[in-house]
């Protein structure tokens, strides 16, 4: 609930400003993506841990558990690449470098945008087969606990561990895209610095806007890591224990990444900043 709010503020926030304004900014955009995205995403993480507590002979449904797994994919996926998109956006913001090839993407930070956007498609399709797995791992696994039977090791379970394994290594992908914007933007600080040593009557106007880009970049990699190692985890726990409890607990730690991250992004920005401070101050 508290995720669905952080995000749900951002979208109405942006709304709000795009029916006064009539347009808004490649930032708030990715911003409002990005929510609308997490939003799915925690529906569909409620959805499985009520399936979870309350109707779990409903995994032995094959059908209904790829439903539920395709949505939570989906809006993962999407999520993941909103905010690995943000990252790449700070650093053409903020960083600053006189290599014609950077010039030339920061002139066309809409496009690359864009392109990250529809390159990302292209790994949707290979995560295809991360529905059947999830699903699988799901159905197997009440099979299991209906049965109150240990998992022998099998060829299956192999299987899944290893569709598992390749799911968090397409993670890898935008998490080194953000980790290069963090290095690249930590590389032009320095820079920045070095040159105000060297023209001490130059004025600072870009170190403050440099440590804020890094802090939301951290942000995001630190907690990226945190909710694939909870997804890793989640597998892990669903094909050895068959304890209700266990699992409830991993799915739900599953929930750091797309909530804590939404307040993070809120006061790191100034117009969200400004608007939630307004709203507390109105209640």
Not at 67 to 87: D, G, M, Q, Y
């Amino acid at each position: 609930v508290i995720g669905m709010l952080g995000n749900g503020f951002i979208v109405l926030v942006n709304c709000i400003d795009l029916v006064k304004r009539q347009k808004l900014s490649l930032a708030d955009c990715i911003l409002t993506g990005l929510a609308i995205s997490r939003i799915s995403q925690l529906w569909a993480i409620l959805c499985d841990s009520f399936l979870l507590v309350l109707w779990p002979h409903l995994y032995a449904i094959d059908k209904l558990t790829k439903v539920v797994n395709s949505f939570w994919i989906l809006s993962n996926h999407l999520a993941t690449w909103f905010a690995t998109c943000l990252s790449v956006f700070y650093f053409f913001k903020v960083a600053n470098f006189s290599h014609p090839c950077f010039t030339w993407l920061r002139w066309r930070i809409r496009s690359v945008v864009l392109v990250l956007l529809l390159g990302s498609l292209s790994l949707l399709f290979l995560n295809s087969e991360s529905i059947y797995m999830f699903s699988h791992i799901s159905t197997n696994s009440y099979k299991i606990y209906a049965r109150n039977s240990t998992w022998s090791p099998n060829v299956s379970e192999t299987h899944d561990l290893h569709q598992l394994i390749v799911f968090n290594f397409i993670n890898l992908i935008p998490f080194l895209l953000s980790l290069t914007s963090l290095l690249l933007l930590v590389l032009s600080l320095m820079r920045h610095i070095r040159n105000l040593q060297l023209n001490p009557s130059s004025k600072d106007l870009s170190t403050e806007a440099h440590k804020r880009a890094m802090k939301m970049v951290m942000s995001f990699l630190f907690l990226f890591v945190v909710h694939v190692s909870s997804i890793l985890l989640t597998g892990w726990v669903f094909l050895k224990l068959q304890g209700r409890l266990a699992k409830l607990v991993v799915v739900l730690t599953s929930t750091v990444f797309p909530s804590s991250h939404s307040f993070i992004l809120i006061l790191g920005n100034s117009k969200l900043r400004q608007n939630a401070i307004g709203l507390l101050w109105y209640l």
